[in-house]
């Protein structure tokens, strides 16, 4: 089945940086890829995704990129706010009849 | 439009009780999944209903059963409680044919003593 990998597991960063977050998947046939975002307490939030025919989206400060051959996408936050701070994860998946499979997340501090 | 709603939102068992959990989908979706979400970890996936049949199942032992009802709307249920099963349960739900995009409840956070 397929397996995800999220790195890293906590990054800190400076308000107004950039923050990187990659994952790798192992499952060639996965064709979805989603991020979502969870605040303390909260529920996992949808905030990107890309399907596999894209290679690239952007949504304002955030962006997702993916390749397929190396079977790895990242995510991609400019200009980050406090209100960034939350744990993210990400999550890859086949088709709508299988179940999305999460990577561990990463808890993303922004230091003011 | 209504979005994914859970109840109850808290709840605190002894080991050996059972224990249900309900999910409304959003308004318009068709399938709901079932994730357990241990402290600090991802979500893992329980299992996924769909026309009131189990479509996908994780590895979840047979204490975690489910239904779900013609209005789309799904329960959890856990048989023979054990601390171990202390998490927050998350439904999802999203529409069949249509994507694989996947919107989360609020959870239920479970606690067995």
């Known amino acids: 089945g397929e397996n995800v990998e999220q790195h890293p597991s906590t990054l800190s960063v400076q308000e107004g940086d950039s923050a990187v977050i990659k994952c790798t998947y192992s499952?060639?046939?996965?064709?979805?890829f989603p991020w979502y975002k969870q605040e303390l307490g909260k529920r996992p939030q949808l905030i990107i995704d890309?399907?596999?025919?894209?290679g690239e989206k952007k949504d304002q400060r955030i962006a997702v990129t993916l390749n397929k051959t190396a079977k790895h996408f990242s995510l991609h936050i400019t200009e980050t706010q406090p209100e960034d701070s939350a744990v993210y994860f990400c999550?890859?998946?086949?088709?709508?009849?299988?179940?999305?499979?999460f990577g561990k997340g990463t808890r993303l501090s922004v230091i003011a | 439009d209504a979005g994914v709603t859970q109840s109850p939102t808290h709840l605190i068992k002894t080991r050996g009780q059972q224990v249900t959990l309900r999910c409304s989908p959003k308004s318009g979706h068709d399938t709901v999944s079932w994730y357990q979400q241990a402290l600090g970890q991802g979500p893992q996936f329980i299992f996924q209903?769909?026309?009131?049949?189990?479509?996908q199942r994780g590895n979840f032992p047979d204490r975690f059963s489910g239904h779900q009802f013609p209005n789309y709307s799904s329960e959890l249920n856990v048989n023979a409680l054990l601390l171990g099963d202390s998490a927050l349960y998350l439904c999802?739900?999203?529409?069949?044919?249509?994507?694989?995009?996947?919107?989360f409840g609020p959870g239920t956070r479970l606690l067995v003593l």
């Open positions: 999550a890859a998946i086949q088709s709508g009849n299988t179940p999305l499979v």
């Open positions: 209903y769909y026309e009131e049949e189990e479509r």
């Open positions: 499952d060639s046939a996965s064709n979805y």
């Open positions: 890309i399907r596999s025919n894209v």
């Open positions: 999802a739900s999203s529409l069949a044919g249509a994507g694989e995009t996947q919107y």
